[in-house]
Every structure is written in structure tokens, then in C-alpha cells.
């Protein structure tokens, strides 16, 4: 059995469209947070930065929100612009929902992988995902052992569709 992981690089760009200059990418860049109080309400967002204009946005991440309703462990997190919180807020699929944005993982992913052993054949490869990365398992068995994707589909035997879409963990028998 072969251990493959795919592992995240750097945080991905939102798909956002700028109202200044209508580019559709953002970033995170440090990663901040702000905090607004509002009597006993809290509004917390999520800044990014426009990537062509560097105009700054704002990511909803709770509206309104009763300041007893947040632990105070993660009240501080945000207060102190929490690297792993970041990371944490972008990758949280309700986030990106509430917010209408996508994510761009173009250039964001790495995969680990050992080589291929020459004998014996066949081999069990074992891919895990330490993040949420969507990537298409042929691709990702392509670009790992250097052959093209109608190769994968040759040697490749999988109980599930190597075309569609998963960030999660999954096994194949290579041929």
C-alpha cells in the first residue's frame, strides 16, 4: 500500500467580483478580522483585499450576534487576528454560501506522494486529504505518476467516478 496526502500550500483566492475595478479575485493577505460592537450586538467580518485594486472587502462571518453567544476563547481569536481562525472562517462552506463566493485552489495544493515500486503489481494507494482541497482524482493520479488521464483510466480501477470533484479521502488499485 502506497500513502499519498495532499496537503493545502496556502490559503485560496475567494472568487469575488471588485465594484472598483471588476477583477474577480481576492486574498486574505494577513488575515483580519474586525470586530464592531453595536450595544450588545456583535458584527464580525472577514477582510480581503481586491488582488487587481487592493480595495479592501468585508466576508460576513457573524451578524448581530449576542457578545454572551461567542465563547470567549474564540471572541479572542478574532480580536487577535488568529491565523488558524482565518483559515478556519475561509474554508467554512457556510461562509462562503452566506457570502455568495467560490474558492480558487489554483496553485494552492501539493500532493505528497512516494514513488511508484517497480514489482509488485498491482498497488493499493491510499490518498488523504489534510484540508478540503477539490481535485479531480485523475488529474491527481496523473500529475503524481506522469502519465496522461486516458493512462489513469487504463491502469486505474476505482470504486467510484475519477472525474468528478472530492476533497475527501479515497483508495484505487493501480495496474
Known amino acids: 500500500m502506497?500513502?499519498?496526502?495532499?496537503?493545502?500550500?496556502?490559503?485560496?483566492?475567494?472568487?469575488?467580483?471588485?465594484v472598483d475595478c471588476s477583477c474577480e479575485r481576492a486574498t486574505t493577505k494577513d488575515g483580519r478580522f474586525r470586530v464592531n460592537a453595536n450595544g450588545k450586538l456583535l458584527h464580525v467580518w472577514l477582510l480581503v483585499n481586491c488582488v487587481g485594486c487592493d480595495r479592501t472587502g468585508k466576508l460576513i462571518v457573524h451578524e448581530r450576534v449576542p457578545v454572551r453567544s461567542l465563547p470567549a476563547d474564540l471572541l479572542a481569536g478574532y480580536t487577535a487576528n488568529s491565523a488558524d481562525l482565518v483559515a478556519r472562517v475561509l474554508l467554512d462552506?457556510?461562509?462562503a454560501r452566506r457570502n455568495r463566493f467560490a474558492l480558487d485552489w489554483e496553485g494552492c495544493w501539493e500532493l505528497d506522494a512516494p514513488p511508484a515500486p517497480e514489482d509488485p503489481w498491482p498497488v493499493r494507494v491510499e490518498v488523504s486529504f489534510e484540508d478540503p482541497v477539490p481535485v479531480r482524482p485523475e488529474r491527481l493520479i496523473a500529475q503524481a505518476l506522469g502519465i496522461s488521464r486516458g493512462e489513469v483510466a487504463r491502469r486505474v480501477k476505482a470504486d467510484f467516478p475519477l472525474k468528478r470533484r472530492t476533497a475527501q479521502d479515497f483508495s484505487f488499485l493501480l495496474l
Open 2 to 18: 502506497l500513502p499519498w496526502a495532499v496537503r493545502r500550500t496556502r490559503l485560496p483566492l475567494p472568487v469575488l467580483t471588485c
Open 93 to 95: 462552506p457556510s461562509t
